[in-house]
């Protein structure tokens, strides 16, 4: 196995803000609003309406389809409406809105401890579903879609993903460091899925107490191994860690299924742990929120659902009272900048970074035209070509962007962006044509079904 991958950069990580900041439970006081559409596929359909009492565990909105994820209620208390809110995204999706009684009481059902050694595969992949949980890497791909590949006898890896290479995030780290045992626990029983399989876990060695305790945890176990990455971003991309482990690139246009590898966030895997040990649904998960601008960077395990505003109140509000010049949902190179803080965090929403200063601002005082130097290219973990893909969606000529240059497969890292000497917005350009891309295409197939 390798230790890194093709391209990358090194951004100061800024890590050192939450680093030593030991996870801590946070019971929100205020509403609580469940957008229906918190993962990649169709939205779930609400099961509630206004006026009927929810617990905390509760499924308030049901997957409605194949690709689709259940929502669970993270409160008790009473559902005030059904309707239209403004998400983190900055989307208006339909929502179930709770009035937060204070109490959190948990729904029947779940938290006795039961042997998944007894489970089938098949109630396995049930209780995962029945749970709701989707990737917590960012991306929200329902889990038990990913685990029922077309050929499961060819998957030869389950990664557990680590690396947490994005700049100023240290959940996942200390969710390792305190949850060794049940993440590796949860990595097993994903191995116990495929009978040609080996678990691997992959962190980056700028977290040297996650590795000791995911190695401590790990000893033993022949399925289990820990492999220790090179620090350097974007490792923590599924192309990224495949081509550590697996020493392969997947084609454009296949699944990391293809070359039998499936990769999931270690918050993802500790989560299917607790669905299937314990039958517990997925309504909290790990958040750092952090940045110059707050004054108490730390690491929470936030109730889904929960205002963002709350949680910046929580960890002391803006740093000497003075407005940030930018909130993140996520961190400055994957995450995006949010137009308001009233609006509550979702089951993929790993960080919450206020920026005291805004680094694209200056770079737009400072680009100039393209210098051709190249170094956009080099560093794209994709092996894309970045200038050439935005000259073809500036010149207006989609097709070029699309099909001879693979525009689509840009994962919006912020890679080639950061290393550009001429400050160009290579990063926004990629994301508003793939956007507006993707909006013709759904157009097109709705127009198709009528």
Not at 33 to 52: M, N, T
Not at 96 to 102: A, H, L, M, T
């Amino acid at each position: 196995m390798k230790k890194t991958f093709f391209g990358g950069v090194h951004p100061d990580d800024a890590k050192a803000l939450s680093r030593d900041a030991k996870l801590t439970s946070f019971l929100p006081r205020g509403e609580m609003v469940f957008p229906l559409s918190q993962h990649i596929g169709k939205p779930a359909r609400a099961v509630v309406k206004k006026g009927d009492s929810v617990l905390a565990g509760q499924v308030i909105g049901e997957a409605d389809g194949f690709v689709s994820a259940n929502v669970i209620c993270s409160c008790s208390g009473k559902v005030k409406a059904v309707e239209k809110r403004r998400s983190i995204s900055g989307a208006l999706l339909e929502c179930v809105v709770v009035e937060n009684d204070g109490q959190f009481t948990k729904a029947e059902g779940f938290g006795d401890r039961r042997d998944p050694a007894k489970l089938s595969k098949e109630e396995i992949l049930a209780a995962v579903k029945a749970a709701g949980i989707v990737g917590l890497g960012g991306a929200g791909f329902p889990t038990h879609v990913k685990l029922a590949p077309k050929n499961p006898d060819a998957i030869r890896y389950i990664i557990a993903n680590g690396a947490e290479c994005e700049p100023y995030l240290t959940g996942n780290d200390h969710l390792m460091r305190e949850k060794a045992g049940d993440i590796v626990e949860g990595l097993q029983i994903l191995v116990g899925l495929f009978p040609g399989a080996k678990g691997v876990i992959c962190i980056e060695e700028n977290k040297p107490e996650a590795i000791a305790a995911m190695e401590a945890a790990a000893a033993g176990k022949k399925d289990i191994e820990v492999l220790p990455l090179h620090t350097k971003y974007p490792q923590g991309g599924e192309r990224s860690l495949i081509q550590a482990v697996a020493g392969v690139d997947f084609p454009v246009k296949s699944l990391p299924a293809d070359v039998g590898c499936i990769v999931q966030n270690v918050g993802t895997v500790y989560a299917v742990q607790r669905a299937v040990c314990f039958g517990e649904p997925l309504f909290t998960h790990v958040l750092t929120v952090t940045g110059e601008g707050v004054e108490r960077p730390m690491n929470l395990i936030v109730p889904d659902g929960t205002s963002v505003a709350e949680i910046i109140e929580y960890a002391g509000g803006f740093r000497g009272g003075k407005e940030p010049k930018k909130v993140l949902a996520g961190g400055p190179m994957m995450g995006f900048a949010m137009s308001s803080i009233d609006v509550p965090v979702v089951k993929t929403t790993n960080g919450i970074t206020i920026l005291a200063s805004d680094p694209v601002e200056k770079a737009q005082l400072q680009m100039t035209a393209c210098l051709r130097c190249g170094r956009c290219t080099t560093v794209c973990p994709q092996g894309l070509m970045p200038q050439m893909m935005a000259e073809a969606w500036e010149a207006g000529n989609e097709e070029r962007f699309e099909v001879k240059l693979y525009g689509l497969d840009c994962i919006a890292c912020g890679s080639c962006a950061y290393i550009c000497p001429a400050k160009r917005p290579l990063t926004q350009i990629f994301k508003q044509a793939k956007a507006e891309i993707m909006a013709k295409k759904r157009a097109q197939a709705a127009g198709g079904k009528k």
